[in-house]
């Protein structure tokens, strides 16, 4: 299970995640983001209530991530509050820069 | 709803009308005394000018008069002195009639605003005692909302406390399979399922459906449920339980409740079943060898708590190794699409043969089920409460292994699985085994079984065995052959930006384990991961 829970500020969308992004969650999460992304929009994923992150996750961090940095000037993207397990996940793919803001 | 008033009492309405009304009167007092002042002003100086004009007539007369009479100059000045002062003293007069006016008005004006101030403090506190009357009327609503809220949340959790009974069921049994699901509509539900041991062989099952809706229904409900089971612990026997539970409802049920209740007791060992149905939805079984689903019982029964003297008769079946047991209550097959259309029993039926129910596990048919009947309501709101129980005997296996089919949402079913199994290990090692089985389940769904038309017939196998310290999970499955230690992993040490995103999956595995073992035997990959428990 994955909750949501949206709050935008300008063009700012905050998400924070509840719960699992994981194989079966992650689709519609992904369609979100690039949603959001084509649209130029900054995006702040708040995972303090994020308790499991599979790669299925993982790629859509790390394809947001590619897409605010391929777009330097125009849309950010951040992280933040992450869990030790999902750090630990980050880490064991050696992927922690996109822990960095 | 405090929000209304405070929004009223802080924010600008309140102020408004204050500041709007005292300036409309200071404005106006203002005018009104420039008016005054202006006026008085104006007659003072006409006082004055009317004082001096006649001062002046009056030398020049009096000259004119007295020179008539030869009055000598002295005395002339002398009596004009005395009139002039006498004029004089009517301008004082007039001047200080004009001070006394001028201050009195001043008052009258100072008493004008402080009566303004007043009342018009007194009007915005007129308006703001409806809007607060209002607020403290939508207050009390809430309030009153939040404790029937409040009151339903707590009947639902002791519902739910009643109710609860870990699933899959008999995680110390490796001879049954028992799962279970229910949906109510509402906060509480009227439905019922139940089960528990009678001795080592013997176990009862119960799904019942209580008449009505809502705090009446469940509290009936939570009734029948402890009469039943009160009544199985001293006999075994379906149509006793039923007769004497029935009694026992009907004496006293001044509310006119009922409800209809399926009650099998099954001998585990020898698969010899007898139950008793008091009007309920007849039970599926499909056959393993077969595969062929028939329904069990008669209809023609009365539901418990209507009438005294109902006897209830015991009826027979045989339950084979791995057939299944369906028992549901009447919410699945009532449940209507966006086309008024019910599910219906032969929506059950043919969705109960479109898939392989006596090779998946319970959990996973029950899964499946709920997901179809998802499916069928999408876009409409559930009326009724909605439950489904399933129940097999197993071979006994010391092997903890799930069957589920290559979907990715029977990812969920393994987290079940792995709920009753792995509740021992350590949260990391808990997260680890997650981990793993998220990777390998999405990668035999998106590439064993891509395209493979009839997937759903396909059966997955994931086990999980624990030696000391080491976990091993296995998984077995059809499709193409597909061997996940092959995968490539991706150069880590790459910039993020140039890396392709794929891959990660299998490069978490091989982190996270301390062997890895493929074999493709009878058209079957078995993939083999082993662990250790941190």
């Given amino acids: 299970m994955l909750n949501t829970n949206e709050s935008v500020t300008g063009n700012t ?8 992004l994981d194989s079966v969650t992650s689709s519609d999460f992904k369609a979100r983001i690039a949603e959001l992304q084509e649209a130029k929009n900054d995006i702040v994923l708040d995972l303090k209530k994020l308790d499991f992150l599979s790669s299925a996750g993982l790629q859509i961090l790390v394809m947001a991530y590619k897409k605010a940095h391929e777009q330097k000037e125009t849309i950010k993207f951040s992280i933040v509050n992450p869990q030790d397990s999902v750090v630990a996940v980050i880490k064991l793919t050696s992927l922690e820069r996109i822990l960095e803001n | 709803m405090n929000k209304l008033k405070k929004f009223y009492n802080n924010s600008s309405i309140s102020k408004k009308i204050y500041l709007q009304t005292i300036v409309v009167a200071i404005t106006t007092l203002l005018l009104f005394a420039i008016f005054i002042l202006s006026s008085l002003i104006y007659q003072y100086n006409y006082a004055k000018k009317i004082g001096t004009e006649s001062t002046a007539n009056t030398d020049a007369k009096l000259t004119e008069i007295l020179s008539k009479y030869n009055v000598d100059n002295s005395e002339t000045s002398q009596l004009t002195n005395l009139i002039n002062e006498n004029n004089q003293q009517i301008i004082n007069s007039i001047e200080n009639n004009i001070y006394i006016v001028l201050i009195l008005s001043m008052i009258l004006i100072a008493l004008l605003i402080f009566i303004t101030y007043k009342s018009s403090k007194k009007l915005s506190k007129k308006i703001a005692k409806p809007i607060n009357e209002i607020a403290n009327q939508l207050e009390i609503s809430k309030i009153n909302n939040n404790r029937t809220d409040a009151e339903l949340q707590i009947a639902s959790e002791i519902q739910t406390g009643f109710l609860a009974k870990p699933l899959p069921a008999f995680p110390h049994r490796n001879d049954v399979l028992l799962y279970a699901d229910m949906i109510p509509a509402n906060v509480v539900g009227g439905d019922l399922y139940d089960y528990f041991e009678i001795d080592d062989d013997h176990i009862a099952l119960v799904i019942a459906d209580v008449s009505g809706k809502g705090i009446s229904a469940a509290m009936f409900m939570l009734v029948t449920k402890t009469i039943l089971e009160n009544q199985a612990k001293d006999n075994s026997n379906p149509k006793s339980v039923l007769s004497n539970a029935n009694k026992i409802l009907a004496t006293n049920n001044e509310a006119g409740m009922f409800a209809t209740c399926f009650f099998v007791v099954i001998n585990t060992k020898t698969g010899d079943c007898e139950y008793a149905n008091a009007g309920h939805n007849l039970p599926i079984i499909v056959r393993n060898n077969s595969n062929i689903t028939e329904f069990i019982g008669d209809v023609k029964s009365v539901p418990l708590g209507i009438f005294e003297d109902t006897k209830y008769q015991t009826g027979k079946f045989h339950l084979d190794i791995d057939d299944r047991l369906i028992m549901y209550t009447d919410g699945v097959t009532d ?27 319970t959990i996973t048919a029950t899964n499946a089920l709920v997901r179809d009947l998802q499916i069928h309501s999408k876009n409409t709101e559930q009326f009724d409460d909605i439950t489904v129980l399933l129940f097999a005997r197993t071979e006994n296996n010391s092997f903890h292994q799930i ?57 997955v196998s994931v086990g999980i065995d624990f030696q000391s310290d080491n976990i091993e999970l296995k998984f077995i499955y059809g499709g193409t052959a597909f061997d996940p230690t092959k995968s490539t992993t991706t150069g880590l040490s790459e910039d993020i930006s140039k890396r392709d995103i794929g891959g990660l999956g299998i490069h978490i595995i091989k982190q996270l384990s301390t062997s890895l073992k493929y074999e493709r035997t009878n058209e079957k990959n078995i993939f083999i991961v082993n662990l250790k428990d941190e």
């Fill in chain 2, 403 to 459: 069957n589920i089919t290559p979907e990715i949402e029977c990812l969920n079913d393994i987290l079940l699985f792995l709920d009753a199994n792995i509740s021992h290990v350590q949260p990391a090692t808990r997260n680890n085994i997650e981990l793993i089985v998220d990777e390998v389940f999405a990668n035999i769904v998106n590439y064993s079984f891509k395209d493979v038309p009839d997937y759903l017939h396909e059966i």
């Fill in chain 1, 13 to 20: 969308y905050t998400i924070e995640l509840e719960g699992r």
């Fill in chain 2, 335 to 361: 449940t209507f699409n966006d086309h008024n259309q019910e599910y219906g029993t032969d929506n059950l039926v043919k969705f109960i043969d479109s898939r392989q129910f006596t090779k998946i596990s």
